[in-house]
Structure formats: C-alpha cells, structure tokens
C-alpha cells in the first residue's frame, strides 16, 4: 500500500512521502451509507447492507469545508473497529469503496486511505512501542483466520509486516544497522511476501495487492527489470490507481540506487501518455506528493510549471480541496515561489493539514518565508516579523506592515471598483525615515484609487507605517489580484 509512511517506517520526514501520505477518508460519510451495490471488472462486488454501530460514528462530523483533518479521524477509527473485531464491516466497506473506484475530495482512492489506517497499530505522531506491533498484528492474523477469503484482511496483515519490518531496522544508514535487525526486517518482509503470494490465489482481487508487492520490491532490493515488470502488470490492472507511480519513481530515485532526474522522466513520460487534462493532473497528485519539500531533499527536477497547471485541471474539474491547496503550497515553497506560496496560504487560512506539513511548526515558518518574500497583497498576510536582530529582520517587519496598509486600501478600492478585474501593480519609494518618496501604480481604478490614498495620508502628514525602519529601506513592489478580495475560491 504505502512505499513507507513516516510512523511505520521511521526514517525520515521525505520518506514518509514515497506514497500518499496517511489517506484521509469522509469516515462517517462512506460508513453510514452502507454498502451499496457496484460491480467493477477484476474487483470485489459490493454488499448489499453491511451496518456499522453508532459507536464508530458518533464522533465522527465530516460536514465541515474543509477535509484536511479526515485522515486522523478515520486512521483511529479503522484501528478501532480491529480492535473490536469488527471483520464483516470491514470486508464489506472495502468491497463497496474497491469495486466503486470511490476517491477523496483530492483525488484520492478511498481503498489507499482505508489501506493506511491499518497499516500502523498507531496514529502519527504517537510512536508505536513493541507492545503496540504485537498487538496489532495479532488483531490482524485473528481477522485473516476469521475470514479465510478475505483479500482485505491478508492485504492489510502484509503491509503491516512491512511496517514492522522497518520498525526492526531502525531509520539509520544501512552500516548503523545490526545483524539481528537486518535479519528481523529480512524474515519479516518475506514473511509479507509469503502472505501476498498466498492471497493472489484468492478469487478477488485488490488493487493494493500490487502496491505493497511494490513495496516488498523496494525493500527486497529487486532488479530493475523486476521492478518494472511489476509495475507494468500493477497499471494494466488499475491504470487509475496513481500509487503505483509513485512507489516506481521512488524506487529509482538516486538515494535507491536509481540515476539522477530518472523519476522524473518517468512521470513526465507517464503524464505525456495520458495527455491533456488527465495527463496534468496526474503530473500534480504525483509529483508534488512525491516531493516533501524536506530540508536537504535532493532536487527531483519535476516541474513546478506542469504540477500548477495540473492543480488548475484539477480544480476546473472538481473543485479544489484544502488538502491540495496544502500540497501545492508545499510544492509552491520547494519551487522558491513566495507569490504563489502566499496566495495558497491565504487561502488556506487556519486550515493547515497534518499530513502535508507534519508539523504546525512547519507550515507556520512556511508560511513566514512566503509572506516576507512574496511581493502579493492579500486581505490577510498573515504577516509575522523576524526577531529584528537584522537588518533583514527590520526589511521584513516594514515590508510585512505595508502589504497589511495596501490590504487595507485595496478592499476598499476593489470593492468601489469591480468592473476593473485585472492584476496590478504598485511601486514604492522610501526615504531614510521611512516615509513615501515616491509611488506609482498601474493605469486602472483601483490602482489609482490606491495611489489616491497615498497622496491623501502624505498630504495630511498623517503616519503610514510606524515605527520607521532602522536603516533606509528598500522599494518595494506589489502584486494586487482583485480576485483575491472578491472571492477565495479563485485561484
């Protein structure tokens, strides 16, 4: 299922990336529906009626706007409904979300989420104790011996194994492993294997299966014709199922044993095979999940041009989620692209996703760099200034306060001015105190109104900005999109 995630594999905060990273699903949406009938060729038919106790979904309200927190909530509730031995409802929802190709508001299967909630015995950030594996894999086999056809439970044991298998192993370089760790991850991994193998006998068939044979590969060290074979038989099942892709093109990334911008060519050729809008978007879930934006994470060449063109498609299509907002604001900061970093961030708001940035601590420092380097105006900055030990800490905090007084203006002007949508600018001038020297704008209303306001406050000696800066600052310019005061859903 996942090439690794962050709490099962333990290596770092990149690798958890190598696959969609912990699924989030509309938990109490897809449950309480019940198990409605769709066939699809090479899956499982869907059940008619399996119900799920109020218990599990009493606590579970997905009827907000925003679905950047659904992955927790549904992690916690799959382990539960293990816990409580819960195998028929399990069966049966992965058999409805299977055969129906069922996705996310971002695009996501359904299945891959589902898949993700078991493959740990605890939710991220927890660390999960040797106790903790024990127990969860017991609950496991117990659901593979109660349903002996069941592909889902054999499917979920194996991708567990391989978790507990890098648990065994440690997230150090291969030379700080020990002898007995290595044979743990060996026996364990093969044991998942064993299991896979056996499941393939099974009358259905489960697009996962493939994806954790993958990730068998990966850790086995296959060859690369191998690997390849695999994936080729993974995408003529289930070309839709976009986690093959992303475990191929991790696993011929440099830091596994693969050649420089390989992934990349890779995606690029994929995406080209499909073509069009499908093409673009496919080039977006894949790369930018692909990339965690990761201090020192090698440059993986993707295209910051196609993933936003990809995103666009996405959006004209299904509208955008805020979990890809996040994505693309991650991808927006890997791209050193403060203007569109900071729009996203404006638009995502207090909605930041776990999943995407792995830490508040992150996506607030993010958010900083955009907000101080990005020359966009929004109603909002989110402006926060450095500690002003610099002279570049000063810059910021000036720069920060004058896109919150041309926010300010540019309501207004926008809101007076609405036959007038295009993008404009505004330049400015400083003195050594800090006051305007000199302001230009472009030609229409609600630049001249901006310039207006100026000339307006400078004339009555009114103070614009104080305190004033230590040391003369620079000009700065601005990029003012009035869509951004009308409506957040443009982009």
């Not at 306001?453 to 000009?475: F, N, Q, R």
Request: hydrophobic share 40%; aromatic share 12%.
């Amino acid at each position: 299922m996942i090439a690794f995630s962050a709490h099962m594999l333990k290596l770092s905060h990149c690798v958890y990336f190598l696959r969609p990273p912990l699924r989030g699903v509309a938990m109490a949406t897809v449950l309480v529906m019940g198990c409605r009938y769709a066939a699809a060729a090479d899956h499982a038919p869907a059940r008619q009626g399996c119900p799920i106790d109020k218990g599990y979904t009493a606590i579970l309200d997905f009827s907000g706007p925003s679905d950047t927190n659904v992955a927790r909530v549904y992690n916690e509730t799959a382990l539960q409904m293990v816990k409580d031995k819960k195998y028929a409802e399990l069966d049966c929802f992965a058999d409805r979300v299977r055969s129906g190709k069922e996705r996310l508001p971002d695009g996501r299967w359904k299945l891959d989420v589902f898949y993700s909630g078991l493959a740990s015995p605890v939710v991220y950030p927890v660390h999960a104790t040797e106790e903790d594996w024990n127990v969860h894999l017991k609950e496991l086999r117990k659901w593979t011996l109660a349903k002996p056809k069941s592909i889902t439970a054999r499917v979920a044991l194996a991708e567990a194994l391989i978790g507990y298998a890098w648990y065994a192993r440690g997230n150090g370089l291969a030379d700080t492993v020990s002898n007995s760790g290595w044979k743990l991850f060996d026996d364990r991994v093969a044991e998942a294997k064993q299991i896979l193998e056996s499941a393939w006998k099974l009358p259905v068939k489960c697009p996962e299966w493939y994806a954790v044979m993958q990730t068998v590969a990966l850790a086995q060290g296959w060859n690369d014709q191998d690997k390849r074979a695999l994936f080729d038989r993974a995408a003529k099942f289930e070309p839709e199922y976009y986690g093959y892709y992303q475990a191929y093109a991790t696993s011929i990334l440099p830091k596994w044993g693969g050649e420089a911008g390989a992934a990349a060519k890779f995606l690029q050729q994929s995406a080209d095979g499909l073509g069009g809008n499908a093409g673009d978007i496919f080039y977006f879930q894949t790369a930018a999940r692909l990339s965690c934006g990761c201090n020192g994470e090698e440059d993986l060449g993707f295209s910051w041009t196609r993933m936003q063109k990809g995103f666009a498609a996405y959006k004209r299509q299904d509208g955008a989620s805020f979990e890809l907002l996040n994505l693309l604001a991650r991808a927006a900061v890997k791209a050193q692209d403060p203007n569109r970093a900071d729009r996203l961030f404006f638009r995502i708001g207090d909605q930041w996703s776990e999943e995407v940035w792995r830490s508040q601590q992150r996506f607030e420092s993010s958010r900083r760099w955009a907000t101080h380097w990005s020359s966009a105006v929004t109603p909002a900055s989110n402006a926060e200034s450095d500690d002003g030990n610099s002279k570049a800490g000063s810059d910021f905090a000036f720069r920060s306060a004058w896109k919150e007084q041309v926010a300010r203006w540019a309501q207004d002007c926008v809101r007076d001015n609405p036959e007038d949508p295009n993008n404009f600018g505004l330049s400015l001038k400083f003195t050594a105190n800090g006051t305007v020297e000199k302001a230009e704008g472009s030609s229409n209303e609600p630049a001249v109104c901006i310039l207006r306001k100026i000339s307006e406050a400078h004339a009555a000696e009114s103070p614009l900005i104080a305190p004033a800066p230590t040391y003369k600052p620079s000009g700065f310019g601005f990029d003012i999109d009035p869509a951004d005061f009308i409506s957040l859903a443009s982009n």
